[in-house]
């Protein structure tokens, strides 16, 4: 997803934004969310990944 689609998904629920507000925004936080989501993902994962056996 473009910096310009978010601009306009936000435009469609009236919350008016420049692109390039939207640009820093994600080179402010973007780090710190993605590793929020990593770090959910292996939290549901459980401490250690086990292979099957065969």
């Known amino acids: ?3 310009r689609d ?3 998904l936000l435009a ?3 919350i008016i ?3 390039e507000t939207i640009r820093k925004w994600v080179t402010k936080f ?3 969310y993605a590793a ?6 292996f939290a549901t994962c459980g401490p250690r ?3 099957e056996k065969r």
């Open 36 to 41: 929020l989501k990593v770090n959910r993902l």
């Open 12 to 14: 469609a629920r009236r």
């Open 30 to 32: 973007g780090k710190n």
């Open 1 to 3: 997803m473009s910096l």
């Open 49 to 51: 990944f086990q292979r």
């Open 17 to 19: 934004v420049n692109y």
């Open 6 to 8: 978010v601009a306009d």
